[in-house]
């Protein structure tokens, strides 16, 4: 089955430490995102990828790192620089950066402790 | 900068009934227009992209329609079910931007039995 997997479903951070959220695609797709979703808030892109080796700041990148070593893998760090990272993360893909449709995972809720 | 938004918040109809789901932008210089599909706790599911040089698409019950002189867009759902119920969400891609997504806030849709 082709589709984006998100890992873990929840995870719990203590104030002070790094987590790594995790975001896996087989669909062969060359870009590859980051949101961070509120209650009642609509999506906040945090960085992107277009290509391997090669990622960009969104809209709210302070406190989150990314690597693109893999085509097929996007981690996000959230460092402990983030002030309020309780969020819902949801990771995306698409053939291209732009143009086609996104695929979206089925995110991971984190909570600080 | 890209606004966009959902009116009303939140919804709720009889089941059969057929209702619009509305979704405005301020910026029409956009590659494409993305309805998604949110249920509670869940990744996003795409319904229907949008391309600029489009003025419709159709899938099954639903049909979204675009106006970019008027800057909205509308989802339609036909005899609507119980399983309509979730949350659908608007995204825009602007010229250039890389794929990425600007997002309303949603309108919440609960289709009563």
């Known amino acids: 089955d082709g589709g984006i997997t998100q890992s873990p479903k929840y995870l719990f951070r203590k104030e002070g430490q790094n987590v790594t959220l995790s975001c896996e695609q087989n669909?062969?797709?060359?870009?590859m995102y980051w949101y961070r979703q509120d209650p009642g808030q609509g999506l906040r892109l945090i960085y992107y990828?277009?290509?391997?080796?090669?990622?960009q700041k969104g809209d709210i990148a302070e406190g989150y790192s990314v690597s693109r070593e893999k085509k097929e893998s996007f981690p996000l760090t959230v460092t402990s620089a983030q002030k309020n990272p309780t969020a819902f993360y949801l990771c995306?893909?698409?053939?291209?950066?732009?143009?086609?449709?996104?695929?979206f995972g089925p995110g991971t809720r984190l909570t600080v402790l | 900068k890209q606004e966009v938004t959902q009116i009303p918040a939140a919804l709720s109809v009889p089941e059969g009934e057929n209702l619009v789901l509305n979704c405005s932008f301020t910026?029409?210089?956009?590659?494409?227009l993305q309805w998604f599909r949110q249920d509670p706790g869940k990744g996003l599911t795409s319904l229907l992209l949008?391309?600029?040089?489009?003025r419709e698409q159709t899938s099954g019950r639903l049909n979204a329609s675009l106006d970019k002189s008027s800057g909205r867009s509308t989802l339609y759902i036909a005899a609507s079910q119980p399983g309509d119920s979730a949350t659908y969400l608007c995204?825009?891609?602007?010229?250039?931007?890389?794929?990425?997504?600007?997002f309303g806030q949603g309108t919440e849709l609960s289709v009563k039995p």
């Open positions: 995306a893909s698409e053939l291209a950066g732009g143009l086609n449709e996104q695929f």
């Open positions: 669909l062969n797709h060359d870009a």
């Open positions: 990828s277009q290509i391997v080796n090669d990622f």
């Open positions: 910026d029409s210089a956009i590659y494409n």
């Open positions: 949008i391309q600029s040089s489009q």
């Open positions: 995204a825009t891609e602007r010229y250039n931007q890389g794929g990425k997504l600007i």
